[in-house]
């Protein structure tokens, strides 16, 4: 079973906005913090941002998206997003959802592309 589907990716302009879906199924998502990385060609895959779990889900974002990109989740749907804003060409990458906790198995999404180009 496919740990996740991931959705929402694309082609977008720059300046421009796109939001990434993953939905979970198979694992206790609400026990998961979760992960948004990304990789592009020739690059290192980088972490984009992560949300923790708990009473208060806490974010933290790379530098290279802060204040551009949010992450939120809805665990009545077993849904985590990455809402992007104001992107730019080095936004261009495969974009992957991950979970992982102490202890517990790691899951990954299969990767979705996202390309910034007029």
């Known amino acids: 079973q496919v740990p996740f589907v991931e959705s929402g990716g694309g082609l977008v302009q720059p300046g421009g906005s796109l939001t990434l879906s993953c939905a979970a199924s198979g694992f206790a998502f609400k026990a998961y913090p979760m992960r948004w990385y990304r990789k592009d060609v020739g690059k290192e895959r980088e972490v984009v941002g992560e949300?923790?779990?708990?009473?208060?889900?806490?974010?933290w974002y790379a530098d290279s998206v802060k204040g551009r990109f949010t992450i939120s989740r809805d665990n009545a749907v077993n849904t985590v997003y990455l809402q992007m804003n104001s992107v730019n060409v080095e936004d261009t990458a495969l974009y992957f959802c991950n979970a992982r906790a102490l202890s517990e198995p790691e899951y990954w999404g299969q990767g979705i592309q996202v390309t910034v180009s007029s």
């Open positions: 949300m923790s779990v708990g009473g208060v889900e806490m974010t």
